[in-house]
């Protein structure tokens, strides 16, 4: 089977990411990036700077939309003229906030062309190759379409696909921003630790070995948290003083759920 060829529109943090772990795999696919700044001396990657440098002898199985939400409009209009009905045979993959396949989907018709489109919310371990995307494909997606976004994404981690657009709500509340509240986390368990006394370096160095162990645990084990959980807490002992604190009602039972419900309606606002 030949290598998809892909377009990359943006290669800032998560498309370099991306453009990474494509080029790790065995069979990378055929490359076309378009950005301003990136520099590339893979054999396997054209870098243009703008829309109407793309290759003549280029038709993209994918377009992956990895711009600011800002100049998605203006970005597919360039693709548009230049690419011409080379853009009717490619489906949309945006890793965009806020933009939904509808938006995208009549960007494209407005330039007289038709596009399927899908949807994915990867987070910042994708970096790492330790990422976790939601993904999304419209009704016009093809299953051909909708397997080779998911072999894209899963070249920087594993993927979960959604079966409802409004679904990526929750997952980017869940997971999209789910890095942080682990990196708040490590941040004061660091200050919880040199409370008692222990140097910066040494706290941090706990706080994070601790996180990484536990994650390694939740990934690599087949038990649920919850057992996780409660093999750690011998009754009367030190864990479970301290979650007696953090599991009473007004502490991480409802400051967690109030999190997830504000992180969601904000995705909400930001999609329109």
Known sequence: MPA?????????KLGSALLGGWLASPNPPRLVVLDRHKTCDNDNVTVIRTAD??????????????????????????????????????????V???????????????????CPTLRAMPNTPSTLGAGVSGLYASPEATEQQTQLCHDLLSAVGDVVEVTEEK????????????????????????KAGQAQGLSPE?????ARGTIYGAGRMLH????????LRKAVT?????TAAALAELMK???????????????????DELAG
């Not at 690599?220 to 057992?227: C, H, N, T, V």
């Not at 009602?249 to 109030?258: D, M």
């Open 4 to 12: 998809p060829s892909i377009l990359l529109a943006g290669c800032g």
């Open 53 to 94: 440098s793309v290759p003549d002898d280029f038709t993209p199985d994918i377009i992956v939309l990895a711009i600011k939400p800002a100049v998605a409009e203006d970005v597919i209009a360039s693709l548009a003229e230049t690419l011409g009905a080379r853009l009717d045979k490619a489906a949309f993959l945006s």
């Open 96 to 114: 965009m906030a806020g933009r939904t396949c509808a938006s995208l989907s009549a960007a494209a018709k407005k330039s007289g062309h038709s």
């Open 167 to 190: 679904d990526l709500l929750g997952v980017t509340a869940l997971s999209g921003s789910g890095p942080a509240y682990v990196f708040l986390l490590a941040e004061l368990l660091e």
């Open 202 to 206: 040494n706290a941090r160095q706990l």
């Open 220 to 227: 690599e084990l087949p038990d649920d948290a919850e057992k």
């Open 234 to 238: 011998s009754p009367n002992g030190t």
């Open 249 to 267: 009602e007004e502490a991480w039972p409802t400051a967690i759920e109030k999190a997830i419900n504000a992180a969601v309606k904000r995705a």
